[in-house]
């Protein structure tokens, strides 16, 4: 019998590759800084996931930066500003993405999962295609090439809604969605998965909410590890995730799960 999951849509960075999700920060903070406005890490981050215009969007909107970008440049930031700081952040994307291209553990042993039970594989991301040119080679040489790649900018409208899941899944000819699953790090990519009508699982612990790499996650102390972790996963069961699990290496038995719910006839939650 075939496997009940059709497809598994999965985000990149901190959910595949880049543990802790450092490659956005390092360009948002370097492009902003270039234009004469520091923004904090947590600036950076609040949202993360979002395609990079609307991120930079976001990131501009936010009193502070809005209030410090007037001091700098005399005006208050307008749309073409928006689009000067993406023109720029993009080649800075490129060079950041690729020096945190590695594959996140167990993400390649996932994908050998998956092809063994005739999975397909579809990936969201929030970068552009010229920011995934390096990734995509060094991820497949790592042992992970999905099926479909949808980027920023493929779709009218990114996540959170649903257009770039449902382009990937049109690619892949599957269907319905409610017998895929989306697997995100950041809570608009849970709202992506559950506007589209997927299963979704959050990752605590390699994404955007710990936002630290995998080795600095492992060096805290064990109390302030678990307490990090505890604070991302409550963000992604408050964005509506069907399950929350540290990382991809822990996918696997949810994914078994998740499968006998599709068999019992079940659905994801609304």
């Known amino acids: 019998m075939s496997f009940p999951i059709k497809a598994v849509v999965l985000d990149w960075a901190g959910t595949m590759i880049d543990h802790g999700c450092c490659a956005p920060v390092i360009a948002l903070q370097r492009v902003f800084a270039d234009a004469g406005v520091t923004i904090s890490e ?35 930031p307008a749309e073409s500003d928006v689009t000067t700081l993406h023109d720029a952040v993009e080649p800075m994307m ?8 590695a594959l996140i553990p167990g993400a390649a042993e996932l994908t050998a999962t998956l092809r063994a039970h005739g999975v397909k594989i579809a990936s969201c991301t929030g970068y552009t295609r ?22 920023s900018g493929e779709t009218l409208e990114g996540r959170p ?61 064990p109390e302030e590890r678990a307490r990090r972790i505890a604070a991302a996963a409550a963000d992604l069961h408050a964005a509506g995730a069907d399950y929350v699990i540290d990382s991809v290496a822990d996918l696997w038995p949810v994914l078994e799960t998740i499968a006998r719910r599709i068999e019992a006839g079940e659905r994801p939650a609304a």
């Open 130 to 151: 010229p920011m995934m040119a390096d990734i995509l080679p060094l991820a497949a040489e790592q042992g992970y090439a999905p099926d479909v790649v949808v980027c």
């Open 42 to 76: 947590d600036e950076a981050r609040a949202d993360m996931g979002r395609a990079k215009r609307d991120h930079i969007r976001a990131i501009l909107a936010k009193p502070r930066v809005a209030e410090a970008w007037q001091a700098a440049h005399a005006t208050s």
């Open 161 to 221: 809604s649903p257009l770039m899941l449902w382009k990937g899944l049109v690619e892949l000819g599957v269907w319905p969605a409610a017998a895929c699953v989306k697997v995100d790090d950041a809570t608009v990519g849970i709202g992506e998965g559950k506007a589209a009508g997927a299963w979704t699982v959050g990752l605590a612990a390699s994404g955007n909410g710990v936002g630290l790499s995998h080795d600095a996650m492992l060096a805290l102390e």
């Open 94 to 101: 490129r060079g950041a993405a690729k020096d945190c291209a």
